[in-house]
């Protein structure tokens, strides 16, 4: 089994111009603050709530100017081009919920992974890492 990281390319593609501050207002009363600005290392299901939207791309921080079919959004979840929502869905969709939105005309989704898996990390001189192992991991294709 292998596993892969998705990890933005600011040197090649454009950033997606939304933060949670613009649908803060959205959540519900009973999340602080705080479980808002990490809603997916909270786990929160956002799809109840989740307001329209319509946003661009910036250039990327490093003057990148590509538009990415899949890319991280807010460290944790993933934004899918329509393509890429298209052909990803139904392998997805057990493992989370996807969020519209509309980015330049095109009807975007975000991946809100709510799937957790158990890590162990190991730590050495030179780095941390995290270790999966297949009984932790299942079944699972996202987490």
């Known amino acids: 089994m292998n596993i892969y990281a998705v990890r933005q390319d600011n040197y090649k593609y454009r950033d997606l111009d939304l933060h949670v501050d613009d649908f803060i207002e959205a959540f519900p009363e009973k999340y602080t603050l705080q479980d808002c600005m990490r809603f997916s290392e909270s786990n929160i299901a956002l799809s109840s709530f989740w307001p329209a939207m319509q946003t661009e791309f910036l250039p990327g921080e490093e003057g990148g ?65 995290l270790v999966f192992t297949n009984k932790n991991i299942g079944e699972s294709l996202l987490f």
């Open 65 to 129: 100017d590509l538009i990415p079919d899949i890319t991280t959004w807010m460290n944790a979840t993933l934004l899918l081009s329509p393509q890429a929502h298209r052909l990803l869905e139904d392998l997805m969709k057990p493992w989370g919920e996807f969020l519209p939105i509309v980015v330049s005309d095109q009807h975007y989704q975000i991946f809100n992974c709510l799937n957790m898996v158990d890590a162990v990390k190991e730590e050495s001189v030179v780095n941390e890492k």
